[in-house]
């Protein structure tokens, strides 16, 4: 059974392993050189440990802030993060999901033990614990990373004896970590250090020594204890809530747009949310590095991406970038959307009821479109309130607003090359990864790689300009939603030419 | 009378593959057609080329008088179509698919799906997610039967149901048929369409075999007859005839039949019998085919 998880599991449990132990890596010499000279790094610590956003989204910066200390306020941060996401995610795989599509149902009737499934799903689960903290850094940051992964996928375990649906049992992984993030920050920012003990992210915080991984560990061994004891007392596919699967709700929807929007609803609110909620945390996180750059002080990454006349432009127009690539994922996700459902035969019973071929792509791409809008419109708005409070500088709600929705034409560039894609050449959907790929890497690795400016620009990117500044025509993002268009176009003449390819 | 499809020498090919061979078929309006062949025959090619989501080849293909593939959504809207894999969208309750499907068609008659639910004990509240096989053909076939259309094209639709839901499955295609509705229903078991059609089709490799009423089919068919005798009568048969301890047994041409039964009785045979004609035999015949 262990065997049989790791074989299934392969793809998603080692790229989770590679993605982190690559961001603990790969970051760590950016720590060593970032300040030329130690007064800057004083500097730097001095405002960090100040700032009430970064000590809110990281934690407390210990003193002297050392090179080693920044990287692990900074990147334990984000790692412990997504430490914990990974152990929501896989720990729903390897449980409930598998009893969900019916895998275990199979196995469960070919002679396998009850308890042996969550046996060995605990088995990888501490395998990859143990990978994780060896591979992101052999020490006690590694060590915390890893418990941390190991302690939220085996309470989510817990958790998903007791939820309905693998859905739900995510749903409730993802309210612990929300919890834990919120305990830690209240923690950091209350002088309520005693918090950090019981919330996995603030394991980070209290692990001055190896004995203080102690209590968790042990949380960890009791709540997989505790997840086996319940899966006893639990019928096979069902938690020991019950499920609610009789709902009383219509569908009003008349048109391939309207259904689309409704089957796209959930998501796209979800997304709506993290986006904004994120966007505008990155943008409101700016005021040190903003300070710094009035300075002249940033160089590196940072220096590449918000260098400019104005610095808090700059910053803004850099979180404007960042937000745009997490909305063309959304879009080209959003987009793709209909080669799924052509796949699975959805979009035959669409067809089937009197609708034109090019109807159902075309209803995606206009629900895509719109909803990258609203995406951007949200992370502008919250931004533009929130960002004011925290940055100085001229013009920052106007300037906060624009850099967001000014994104938009990029992502409409984007949602067209999925939909020429999906259209057109169904079976190749997936390169329409390959031009936010490109993308994001000609805008932000660009400067750093010596990347000539005229390729640089090629990026859909980094044409939002300078609403203040209002020295740059907009001609750029006309181009980009014209090509949007076009390329839409195109991708539903090739649809209309071409049969259904279902499977 | 114009025929509600008329396909003739229909060719579908998918690059070197030949899936649909100079086919002919024709569904006169009003009348329950039988779209029989082995697994791989071509049959939901066929289907998926009248509804449009397939360009043809080569040939001509008429629906309801209209050419699917330049007319899909006019030609779609006046038909129901049941497949026989059915995917719907899981987090969508079974009446919201109904009320999705009633309303992209922009017609619809909620009272029938509401009985035709209650027939088929289907619980619409429930999410798509939830259900089983049978219970996701069972919305579809609710909403194929329900709606105002005047074609049904049913692609292997009983393969999820169980035997009661098949009578009433069954009970539906004859009312439909009764309120003058066509329907060509395509399945690969003969018993499942022998009871409710009037006209089949049989196609193998993408090749027709046979097509007619099925009252002149079961003409071609032989009975076979069985019987113990104890003297020597074999050389006086017709028909070739095997020995098996005693038992003979022979395959008889419908109008040979009295004299094979003549001669047995003068030759005192013990234990005489006459199956009718089998329809399975003739359909078995075609079925032996090499892996496509």
Known sequence: MTRLLLRRYRVMLGSWVLLMIALCRATFPAYENTYATEEQRREAVKLAQHNPATTLMYGLLP???????????????????????????????????????????????????????????????????????AGCSPDRFGAVIGLTFLVTAAL??????????????????????????????????????????????????????WPELLPLSVATV???????????????????????????????????????????????????????????????????????????????????????????????????????????AFAILSASESRRAERRGLTDMVLTAGVRRWSPLAAQAAVTVAGSALILTATGALSAVIAPAVLNGDDIATRAFVYMIG????????????????????????????????????????????????????????????????????????????????????????????????? | MTPVIEIDGLVKRFGAFTAVDGLDLRVEPGSVHGFLGPNGAGKSTTIRVLLGLYRPTAGQVTVLGLDPARHAAEVTRQISYVPGDVALWPNLTGQEVLDALGGLRGRRDEEAERRLATDFALDTRRRVRTYSKGNRQKVVLVAAFAAPTDLLILD??????????????????????????????????????????????????????????????RHLAASTVTARVSGVVVDRLPVPAVVEAGLLRMSVPRDLVPTVLGILAEADAQDITCMPARLEDLFLRHYAVAAR
Request: proline content about 4%; some cysteine; hydrophobic content about 50%.
């Open chain 1, 63 to 133: 003193d002297p802030g050392t090179a080693e200390q920044m990287y692990h306020w900074e990147i334990g941060a984000f790692a412990t993060i997504l430490a914990a996401v990974m152990g929501v995610l896989v720990a729903v795989s390897l449980t409930r999901a598998t009893e969900d599509d019916g895998a275990l149902e199979l196995l469960r009737g070919s002679g396998l033990a009850p308890k042996q499934p969550l046996r060995s799903a605990f088995a990888v689960l501490t395998g990859c614990a143990v990978l994780l903290a």
């Open chain 1, 407 to 503: 994104q938009w034409p990029a992502t409409a560039a984007l949602t067209g090359c999925t939909v020429l894609l999906a259209g057109a050449l169904p079976r190749l959907t997936a390169l329409a990864w390959l031009p936010l790929l490109t993308g994001a890497v000609l805008t932000l690795l660009g400067d750093i790689l010596k990347i000539p400016q005229g390729v640089q620009d090629l990026s859909p990117f980094q044409h939002v300009p300078d609403i203040a500044a209002a020295t740059t025509p907009a001609t750029a993002l006309l181009v980009m939603t014209a090509l949007g268009v076009a390329l839409s176009l195109t991708g539903l003449l090739g649809l209309q030419r071409r049969d259904l390819q279902p499977g």
């Open chain 1, 156 to 209: 989510t375990t817990l958790l998903a004896q007791i939820a309905p649906t693998a859905g739900q049992a995510r749903l409730f992984g993802f309210t612990v970590v929300g919890v834990s993030f919120a305990m830690r920050a209240y923690a950091d920012t209350q002088d309520a250090a005693w918090l950090n003990w019981c919330s996995p992210l603030g394991l980070r915080a209290v692990a001055s020594g």
């Open chain 2, 156 to 217: 292997e639709p009983t393969s999820g149901l169980d035997p009661l839901m098949e009578q009433l499955f069954q009970r539906c295609v004859r009312e439909a048929s009764a309120a003058g509705r066509t329907v060509l229903l395509s399945s690969h078991l003969l018993a499942e369409v022998e009871d409710v059609c009037d006209t089949v089709t049989i196609i193998k490799d993408g090749r027709l075999v046979e097509s007619g009423h099925l009252t002149d089919m």
């Open chain 1, 222 to 328: 009791l709540a997989a204890a505790a997840a086996i004891r319940l899966s006893e007392r639990r019928e096979f596919g069902a938690g020991l809530i019950r499920r609610h699967d009789t709902h009383h709700s219509r569908v009003r929807a008349r048109t391939t747009v309207a259904l689309s929007f409704r089957l796209a609803r959930t998501s796209l609110l979800t997304w709506t949310v993290a986006v904004a909620a994120i966007g505008t945390m990155f943008a409101a996180m700016g005021s040190g590095t903003i300070e710094l750059q009035r300075n002249g002080e940033v160089g590196g990454f940072l220096g590449s991406q918000t260098g400019g006349a104005d610095p808090a432009a700059g910053y803004l127009s850099f979180c404007g970038t960042i937000v745009a690539i997490i909305v063309c």
